[in-house]
């Protein structure tokens, strides 16, 4: 991957001979916002370095817990929720038996995955595993009025804690995990692990790419994500 790149024409004589031109803009304009395409040239170019990094990585630990869950039609293990795939990627929702209402920012997202969640699992198995019981999640899911997400109960909630859904303390975080099956052994492939630590000053820990369209267009726009808005179950 690296020796390819190595070969590509520089970001900044892409942007240069890039032929887009707005109705009326002047030429700071212009000159600025080459200067922009050349860094999401970039940008662009390394977040394939870091998926190819990420695709490279060595065998992750093997699941070796015994992992109950309950999902709509009925329970599962561990290796059920794969289903016919032999990648599996789940996130641990922000809705355990505490909470009145579900994470207003997991449900953004989720609403957001249940658009591409047929799409996904083309490929891959997608899931979403939270502590309540399943009644209150499918309740919740036909109140959203999703169709495609599979949403499952994390019964004694030994996965939220391995996985980093549950801290020791309590407190829910959300998770993404993936996972792998190779010859009926089940390892971690990867998990998002910018948690607050990681974050840079003034910022919210979020990892990169973020996995959520609603901050991928406000970055697009002059005020970009703002200071102090998060999103609401409703309006």
């Given at each position: 991957?690296?020796?390819?790149?190595?070969?590509?024409t520089?970001?900044?004589?892409?942007?240069?001979?890039?032929?887009?031109r707005?109705?009326?803009?002047?030429?700071?304009?212009?000159a600025?916002?080459?200067?922009?395409?050349?860094?999401?040239?970039?940008?662009?170019r390394?977040?394939?370095r870091?998926?190819?990094?990420r695709?490279?990585?060595?065998?992750?630990?093997?699941?070796?817990?015994?992992?109950?869950f309950?999902?709509?039609?009925g329970?599962?293990?561990?290796?059920?929720?794969?289903g016919?795939?032999?990648?599996?990627?789940?996130?641990?929702?922000?809705?355990?038996?505490?909470?009145e209402?579900?994470?207003?920012?997991c449900?953004?997202?989720?609403?957001?995955?249940?658009?591409?969640a047929?799409?996904?699992?083309?490929?891959?198995s997608?899931?979403?595993v939270?502590?309540?019981p399943?009644?209150?999640?499918?309740?919740?899911?036909?109140?959203r009025?999703?169709?495609n997400?599979?949403?499952?109960a994390?019964l004694?909630?030994?996965?939220?804690?391995d996985?980093?859904?549950l801290?020791?303390?309590?407190?829910?975080i959300?998770?993404?995990?993936?996972?792998?099956?190779?010859?009926?052994?089940?390892?971690?492939?990867?998990?998002?692990?910018?948690?607050?630590?990681t974050?840079?000053?003034?910022?919210?820990p979020?990892?990169?790419?973020?996995?959520?369209?609603?901050?991928?267009?406000?970055?697009?726009?002059?005020?970009?994500?703002?200071e102090?808005?998060?999103?609401?179950?409703e309006y």
């Amino acid at each position: 991957m690296d020796a390819q790149i190595d070969t590509l024409t520089p970001a900044a004589e892409l942007a240069r001979d890039n032929p887009v031109r707005v109705p009326n803009e002047s030429a700071a304009y212009r000159a600025a916002r080459t200067a922009l395409l050349a860094q999401e040239i970039e940008l662009r170019r390394n977040i394939e370095r870091v998926a190819a990094q990420r695709r490279a990585l060595p065998p992750g630990g093997e699941v070796t817990g015994d992992y109950r869950f309950e999902g709509e039609n009925g329970p599962a293990d561990f290796a059920g929720l794969f289903g016919d795939k032999q990648t599996l990627v789940l996130y641990s929702y922000m809705f355990g038996p505490q909470r009145e209402r579900p994470c207003p920012m997991c449900t953004n997202l989720l609403g957001a995955w249940e658009g591409n969640a047929a799409d996904i699992g083309q490929r891959v198995s997608l899931a979403v595993v939270a502590r309540s019981p399943i009644e209150r999640l499918t309740a919740w899911k036909r109140e959203r009025g999703w169709r495609n997400l599979r949403l499952y109960a994390d019964l004694d909630g030994a996965y939220s804690r391995d996985y980093f859904g549950l801290l020791p303390d309590g407190s829910e975080i959300p998770a993404l995990n993936v996972f792998t099956r190779h010859d009926g052994t089940i390892r971690h492939f990867w998990s998002g692990e910018m948690t607050g630590p990681t974050a840079d000053p003034g910022q919210d820990p979020r990892g990169a790419p973020d996995p959520a369209p609603l901050w991928m267009v406000l970055d697009c726009t002059p005020d970009g994500r703002g200071e102090d808005w998060y999103p609401k179950l409703e309006y």
